[in-house]
């Protein structure tokens, strides 16, 4: 794990350019802000940029933190409690321009139409009614570790998390796949494509429909719909270790691969799964902490906790960074836009 611990003068310069930003704009969400983020992105201090262009272009650890950044509390209000609460501007603007552009310097960040309405950053919180489920709204259960949207081909390169609240210490667990001891044997039949990944919940749980969509969103709409619709009958089988045979990438997600794979699958899969766990690590975020998990690397979780639902919850906000925006294109509506159909 690499941790890149803010200097006073760049905390404060990176202050500086969110708080220009933040009177431009109340929220990250605003199409013009995305589309001038890079600009700003480049202009945060040269050790800021090269601490995250090392960790993007040498991959030598796939987890990052960088921490330094200040979030005030009282400011921030209550963690909120029902998951449609988007507040505008956001009560954590300065702090969501900040970790939006820090993010930048790894690519671009998207979104998908399928969660959380479409936004790009997300929020994580628990939410009542859905403590024992296997999403960012879950608490009571450990929340299993996984690729992020493993099922998909066009997932995340990168996955940000910076914590606004974290009071009771949980802590988000992470293994990279450099840590994995496997045998020979296992290695080779997990890098043949014969595995099955099913779409998980939050993409199954699909966000309302707008009433004055475009024939085009309707039309990709539908296409993201078949997808999720086809990859639940039939997942196409994948490999779970690609890339360099020596250091290989990983797509996994065990909650969602089960009772869909062959017996040997389903071994090779038992046998990586209880080597992850033996070298699962992980971290506690503080306010202001981001985290960036590789997610060709990194497979992550979190521990379960007892949610307090009075206000004062654990509260992350949440971003998926792409290296290259055009591998979706196709499914996006435009080039300037984020959102994956
Ligand atoms: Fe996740």
Redesign the pocket.
């Known amino acids: 794990m690499l941790t890149h611990h803010l200097q006073d003068d760049d905390v404060a310069a990176i202050e500086a350019v969110a708080d220009e930003l933040s009177r431009r704009y109340d929220t990250v969400e605003s199409t013009e802000f995305q589309a001038e983020s890079r600009l700003y992105a480049d202009e945060l201090p040269r050790r800021v940029r090269r601490a995250l262009h090392e960790y993007r272009s040498t991959e030598k650890s796939g987890i990052l933190v960088v921490s330094g950044l200040s979030v005030d509390d009282a400011a921030l209000g209550e963690t909120p409690a029902d998951r449609r609460h988007k507040p505008v501007p956001s009560t954590s603007l300065r702090q969501d321009i900040a970790f939006y552009l820090i993010a930048n310097l790894l690519g671009d960040p998207i979104g998908w139409a399928t969660q959380q309405d479409g936004f790009i950053m997300h929020d994580v919180y628990p939410v009542q009614g859905f403590e024992h489920e296997q999403i960012?709204w879950g608490s009571e259960e450990t929340?299993t570790w996984?690729t992020?949207d493993a099922f998909h081909p066009l997932r995340t390169d990168y996955?940000g998390l910076m914590c606004l609240r974290n009071p009771d210490g949980v802590e988000t667990t992470a293994c990279d796949i450099a840590d994995v001891v496997l045998d020979d044997e296992t290695r080779e039949v997990l890098s043949q494509e014969r595995f099955r990944i099913l779409p998980d919940d939050a993409h199954r749980i699909a966000g309302g429909q707008a009433g004055d969509e475009s024939a085009r969103e309707r039309e990709l709409r539908e296409r993201s719909r078949q997808r999720v619709a086809s990859a639940m009958e039939s997942p196409e089988p994948v490999a779970v270790l690609f890339g360099d045979p020596d250091a290989p990438y990983l797509r996994i997600d065990p909650h969602y691969m089960q009772g869909v794979q062959g017996e040997a699958e389903q071994q090779a899969l038992d046998t990586i799964g209880a080597a992850i766990d033996d070298a699962m690590s992980g971290v506690v975020l503080s306010p202001g902490d981001i985290v960036f998990i590789d997610n060709y690397r990194v497979v992550?979780g979190r521990k379960p906790f007892r949610a307090r639902f009075d206000g004062t919850d654990r509260w992350l906000r949440r971003l998926n960074v792409a290296r290259d925006l055009r591998k979706s294109r196709e499914a996006r509506l435009a080039a300037h836009t984020r959102v994956i159909y």
């Open positions: 960012g929340l996984h992020e996955l992550h």
